[in-house]
């Protein structure tokens, strides 16, 4: 293997690449292993608040508690597991576990965050509804969250797969929105329910007036378009103040809780005062 500085050198590692290839190899063997025994998996549910301050759904994420070197984000082995193709057996393992936990919350829709790489199996959607009718999960209560990412791919039939899903009974949801390329190109030619405001801007509430105008602008878009709009990353009350006045129907962040696991989740539910909004059904209300 060439050595950095070297004169002739025509493929330069440096210490610092080698390190990153080891890192590479250890997920990928060790999250082979995790996925084979289920060790050290968890999927853990963070609520999503509707405007009325009630739960309305979770977004499953998902956990990787590493034998030795402890917690490991999903930043960091997600790509991986996209790169050696593990997504797929990953991906359809976190589906399973959240249709299962999501029995216990029969009034809230549960989110599970899809990867490119895994509309790229032929298989993909059958493989989908599959998964929901053994857990005997309704799919109507199941939205899939897929990142502008996904529509670049356009001779993946992954537009046919996204439309077939729909058929099927599932929310789409573009997550991290206005982060991507062409957002509004995608938005009108493909059928989404949700976009998901990508937290950066959210965030940068209160700081200037700019991403305060990116946020009246997607939720106004939303809003012509009769989409539901979330905002992620909220860490505020005047973040919270802010968006809910720009008329975002659903938040998401810290400030209401983080990810927490089925057990925790169930049992926050029964421990939140029970609101009655005309019009709607009683629901846990977190505000
Ligand atoms: P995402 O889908 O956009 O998920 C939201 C991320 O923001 C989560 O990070 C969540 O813990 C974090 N978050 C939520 N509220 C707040 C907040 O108020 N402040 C801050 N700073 N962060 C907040 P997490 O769990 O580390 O996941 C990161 C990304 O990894 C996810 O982004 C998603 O793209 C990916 N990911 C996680 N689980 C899965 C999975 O099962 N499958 C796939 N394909 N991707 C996943
Ligand atoms: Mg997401
Ligand atoms: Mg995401
Ligand atoms: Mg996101």
Redesign the pocket.
């Known amino acids: 293997r060439a050595k950095a500085g070297g004169r002739n050198c025509y493929c330069c590692f440096t210490p610092e690449m080698d390190e990153t290839i080891a890192v590479h190899r250890m997920i990928e063997e060790d999250l082979r292993h995790a996925l084979a025994t289920g060790e050290g998996l968890e999927v853990v549910y963070?609520p999503q608040i509707g405007s009325a301050g009630a739960v309305v759904g979770v977004?499953?994420?998902?956990r990787w508690q590493h034998p030795t070197h402890g917690h490991i984000?999903?930043?960091q082995f997600?790509p991986v597991a996209e790169q050696t193709g593990l997504?797929v057996p990953f991906?359809e393992w976190?589906l399973r576990q959240a249709c299962s936990a999501s029995r216990r919350w029969p009034d809230l829709y549960v989110s599970?965050?899809?990867?490119p790489v895994q509309f790229r199996v032929a298989s993909f959607v059958d493989r989908v509804v599959a998964i929901v009718q053994e857990t005997g999960c309704d799919p109507r209560r199941v939205e899939l969250?897929v990142t502008e990412s996904v529509l670049l791919d356009e001779n993946s039939g992954t537009i046919a797969a996204l439309r077939r899903l729909r058929h099927a009974g599932f929310r789409i949801a573009l997550?991290?929105f206005g982060t991507g390329y062409s957002s509004l190109g995608y938005l009108h030619r493909f059928e989404v329910d949700k976009i998901k405001i990508d937290?950066s801007f959210t965030q940068s509430l209160g700081q200037g007036s700019k991403a305060a105008a990116v946020v009246h602008a997607i939720v106004a878009l939303g809003r012509a378009m009769s989409l539901t709009v979330t905002a992620?990353?909220?860490?505020t009350d005047t973040q919270k103040n802010f968006l809910h006045t720009a008329g975002c129907n659903e938040m998401?962040?810290?400030?209401f809780s983080?990810?927490v696991s089925a057990e925790k989740l169930t049992q926050m539910l029964s421990q939140l005062p029970i609101t009655e909004t005309a019009g709607a059904k009683p629901a846990r209300s977190m505000v």
Request: charged share 25%; net charge negative.
């Open positions: 963070q977004e499953a994420l998902a984000p999903p930043s997600i997504i991906g976190v599970v965050n899809l990867s969250e997550d991290d937290r992620e990353g909220v860490e998401q962040g810290f400030l983080k990810a």
